[in-house]
């Protein structure tokens, strides 16, 4: 249920303060679907972690599902983001899921010179 609460909020590169909205952009969507939750924490605010977390202990009740999620297969597509200013950026992600397109949108912020994905933006 977590997991899902977070995919109605959300669309990532580990900490560097060289990574690029895109390349953190990239870097979440495919950790989100392949339920990488170490580059998931690494990529989102401080304020958005406890999500992570919670998200995490919920899909390690159920094994099953957190290997099939694993297997996913993610194509990024295309990323597109737009500053809205120094530290905001909206950013599109075109990607193909399993073989089929999706699209993810996602409000990125950064913080302490490292852009990361903040969910809250999306709620």
Avoid at 1 to 15: N, R, T, Y
Avoid at 99 to 112: A, D, F, G, Q
């Amino acid at each position: 249920m977590a997991m899902a609460a977070l995919f109605f909020v959300s669309c990532g590169q580990k900490e560097s303060g060289n990574a690029t909205p895109e390349e953190v952009t990239k870097s979440f969507v495919t950790a989100f679907y392949t339920a990488d939750f170490d580059v998931m924490y690494q990529t989102t605010v401080k304020k958005n972690r406890p999500i992570i977390q919670v998200t995490q202990k919920e899909m390690n009740r159920n094994q099953d599902r957190l290997h099939q999620m694993r297997k996913n297969e993610i194509d990024i597509q295309d990323v597109q983001c737009e500053m809205l200013n120094d530290s905001v950026a909206e950013c599109k992600c075109r990607f193909l899921y399993n073989k089929n397109k999706r699209e993810m949108s996602v409000t990125l912020r950064k913080e302490n010179d490292n852009w990361r994905v903040d969910l809250t933006e999306n709620y």
